[in-house]
């Protein structure tokens, strides 16, 4: 039994947000150790409910697409679900059920913005492992989860990237002109939020196809693929 009675409710009101009754049977001190960043403590965070949080949205994701797609090969689930659990995926839900004003972290850690993608997917799957192990069972996680995966899982079937759009401009590019594709990034001077750090542009010899922001520079310039990858499906 958690024994802070204001950090119970703080918890409760997260579980609301999630979809779920504040009488859930959730085990809150398993909660709030999901909720507790390694820079806090080295023995006690959230390190070993991520470990199995991960395994639990791998078998919802894998549960969720064999029921959606079900005349759908292996090899293409496991593509769809390798996107659908990675850090970039998690982190934006996260994001979506407002799971970061919960977490207990230290400057040190927040005062990185590149990193901060990584420990908003870990605390997200650190909230799954809680949430299973509170009923050794499903039963909390996917009433709400469902919704965000299937419509994770329908984008990126529908994406002929696979959201991977530097891969898909580099072939689009050596096929039509037997060149790759440049980036240059640089950092935003003007940025106000995390995701805004870096400015990339790619170009194509003299040519500027697409500009992209970024938390990171991979993101912005996979933010810049993606803008030249559409421009140029739309030219053909």
Not at 49 to 63: N, Y
Not at 66 to 91: C, H, K, Q, W
Not at 93 to 114: D, F, K, S
Request: no cysteine; glycine share 6%; hydrophobic share 40%.
């Amino acid at each position: 039994m958690l024994e802070d009675p204001r950090r119970k409710q703080q918890l409760q009101k997260l579980i609301i947000k999630l979809g779920l009754p504040a009488t859930a049977p959730v085990n809150w001190k398993l909660l709030d150790l999901a909720l507790i960043h390694p820079s806090i403590s080295t023995t006690h965070n959230y390190e070993q409910l991520e470990f199995v949080g991960d395994a639990v949205i791998r078998l919802v994701a894998a549960e969720l697409l064999l029921e959606t797609y079900p005349n759908e090969p292996v090899g293409e689930f496991a593509a769809i679900r390798s996107i659908m659990v990675s850090d970039r995926i998690l982190a934006g839900l996260a994001e979506r059920y407002g799971i970061e004003p919960y977490l207990i972290i230290g400057t040190n850690a927040t005062g990185n913005p590149i990193g901060r993608q990584s420990w908003l997917a870990d605390a997200f799957e650190a909230v799954l492992g809680a949430l299973y192990l509170s009923t050794y069972n499903m039963d909390l996680v996917r009433p709400w989860l469902d919704e965000a995966l299937k419509r994770q899982a329908e984008e990126v079937r529908n994406d002929p990237a696979r959201q991977n759009y530097k891969d898909a401009l580099q072939e689009w590019t050596q096929g039509k002109h037997k060149i790759l594709p440049t980036y240059k990034v640089t950092e935003n001077p003007n940025f106000q939020t995390p995701e805004a750090r870096f400015i990339s542009e790619v170009w194509l010899r003299d040519r500027l196809l697409g500009k992209g922001l970024g938390g990171s520079k991979k993101r912005a310039e996979q933010a810049a693929a993606k803008e030249a990858f559409f421009a140029l499906k739309d030219e053909e």
